[in-house]
């Protein structure tokens, strides 16, 4: 075969479904998504260790996640372009193994002080994986292969973040948070290697001297549609609601009556497992009813959950939860495939902002949310939350009501 020829053909390989390149791309970014939300959520089970060991409030304890998710989601845009220029896999692969290192010395922050310097860092670096990892699968996977491995992928978000969680509980009640952090950022090193061994190189991407004026130009123009406002504004106030209910469900189960160890708090993430379900099922529900009805189902789910919390039964407390974050996830895919249809110019600035909202919306929520557990404990929680909700149902009543009766393809 002439160099030519071999060059065309390179050109043309996709990775398809089978092959042994595309299942060590699939694996690799598993062991990516994974790493990436281990690391990212593993302080969250550790609200009420760090305020008696560290002798802060709830607030401020829950500000070790919210400084990394709020600079992770202002990174996100920045990090998409700077892949347009150098590449995707070298720079997910810098990410990894630099959000890796942050997590070890995590382990090490001498104070609190430190230890949000070292996780804002950590979000900026985190966001070189999920900004580029869904572009990096849309142009190598052949199309027809292309759902296993997103899917694949995603599932490795969900895993990871509960691994985090879990893993992170259990060793803190066997030795400490710091020997727990320190074990997961091994382990996570370990995944980054992996990533950047095994996952085949980028044969169809093409460096982009998009200039910056242009990008801004592309993120200006969403907000031109008042539909993908409502749906970035959605996607904020739901994951705001939905990360303190789980910011402040530790403190709450820690507590007299219930007295529950950091294992069994780690271990109720599990809960996330039907989030990954109802993902797949209001997928297939919106595709039969419509998007509207379907993001109003889970408006009133989650309300309905979150009001179930206030029983002092523990039973009824998990069953709230489920069905909060049944429904959320629900909405969340709902709103976010919406926003990926809607778009029509700039679709990748599109999904960075809801992005974006949605991550602004959990650091936010989820920090102020410790002001309303000071002032009246789950009831202030609840009571939060049923506000966002209600403020979630009127930018609903604005997306799926007032903007269709102006422009009926609204609803498509």
């Given at each position: 075969m002439s160099a030519s020829a071999r060059s065309s053909h390179q050109?043309?390989?996709y990775l398809s479904r089978g092959s042994a390149e595309y299942k060590r791309g699939s694996l690799a970014l598993f062991a990516a998504g994974l790493a990436t939300f281990a690391v990212l959520y593993c302080v969250q089970p550790l609200f009420p260790v760090f305020t008696k060991t560290m002798n802060l409030t709830p607030a401020a304890a829950s500000i070790t996640l919210s400084v990394s998710t709020i600079l992770l989601a202002i990174s996100l845009p920045i990090a998409g372009f700077i892949s347009d220029r150098v590449g995707r896999k070298s720079l997910m692969s810098i990410s990894l193994v630099i959000s890796s290192i942050c997590c070890l010395l995590t382990a090490l922050a001498p104070n609190y002080g430190s230890l949000l310097i070292i996780r804002a860092f950590q979000g900026i670096v985190l966001a070189g994986l999920p900004a580029i990892a869904m572009t990096y699968l849309s142009e190598e996977m052949e199309p027809k292969s292309l759902g296993f491995a997103m899917g694949l992928y995603i599932s490795g978000n969900t895993v990871g973040g509960l691994f985090g969680r879990i893993s992170v509980g259990t060793i803190t009640d066997l030795s400490s948070w710091r020997w727990a952090i320190g074990v997961?950022?091994?382990i996570s090193l370990i995944a980054s290697i992996y990533f950047w061994r095994h996952l085949p190189a980028s044969r169809h991407f093409t460096p982009k001297k998009m200039q910056p004026k242009e990008v801004l130009s592309l993120f200006a123009a969403q907000f031109h549609d008042k539909g993908l406002v409502c749906l970035f504004i959605l996607g904020g106030v739901l994951m705001g609601g939905f990360v303190t209910m789980y910011n402040?469900?530790?403190y709450r189960l820690s507590d007299a009556?219930?007295?529950?160890?950091?294992?069994?708090?780690?271990?109720?993430?599990i809960l996330y497992l039907v989030g990954t379900f109802s993902s797949t099922f209001m997928g297939k529900l919106s595709d039969r009813l419509g998007r509207s009805k379907v993001l109003w189902i889970n408006l009133a789910?989650?309300?309905?959950?979150?009001l179930v919390t206030l029983s002092s039964h523990l039973i009824l407390i998990l069953f709230g939860a489920a069905v909060v974050t049944f429904a959320f996830?629900?909405?969340h895919s709902t709103a976010s495939s919406w926003v990926g249809s809607r778009a029509k110019l700039g679709k990748a600035q599109a999904s960075s902002l809801y992005l974006l909202f949605y991550y602004v919306g959990s650091s936010l929520g989820g920090t102020v949310g410790g002001l309303f557990w000071s002032r009246a404990g789950w009831t202030g929680i609840v009571d939060m939350i049923s506000i966002l909700l209600l403020i979630a149902m009127f930018v609903s009543l604005e997306l799926t009501v007032v903007l269709p009766k102006k422009a009926p393809h609204l609803l498509k």
């Open positions: 050109q043309d390989h997961l950022a091994m402040y469900l530790g009556p219930y007295h529950l160890s950091q294992t069994v708090l780690g271990w109720i993430f789910l989650m309300l309905f959950g979150i996830f629900g909405a």
